[in-house]
């Protein structure tokens, strides 16, 4: 089983948004871009328009552990970017999960 991987620079954030795939619904923005590599790749961003900074990192914590617990059900090879929406706000974690894979899904197929 692979480890967990964050994305932190820069660069990498900006080539994926710039080249790689997305798909979208109410809560989240998913964009997924192959990186070259076996590993994956993951990082999120959460403007503050989303609560207050509270919020904001309980809602990371949450995406990191909803990929840190399923990382095989994200292809192998590509550099993973959550982007939250406001009404994300109040999602609980079984709520989110369920967005996330909303997304993928749809980014898969």
Do not use: T
């Not at 590993?39 to 989303?50: L, M």
């Amino acid at each position: 089983m692979s480890k967990f991987v964050p994305l932190k620079k820069n660069l990498d954030f900006k080539n994926i948004y710039q080249y790689g795939k997305s798909a979208a619904n109410r809560y989240l923005v998913l964009y997924m871009h192959p990186n070259g590599s076996s590993i994956r790749r993951f990082g999120f961003s959460i403007s503050k328009k989303v609560g207050n900074a509270v919020c904001r990192n309980r809602l990371r914590r949450l995406l990191k552990e909803i990929c840190r617990l399923n990382l095989d059900r994200f292809p192998d090879g590509h550099d993973y970017v959550f982007i939250v929406r406001q009404p994300s706000f109040d999602q609980g974690y079984h709520q989110l999960e369920k967005h996330v894979w909303h997304v993928l899904g749809r980014l898969l197929n």
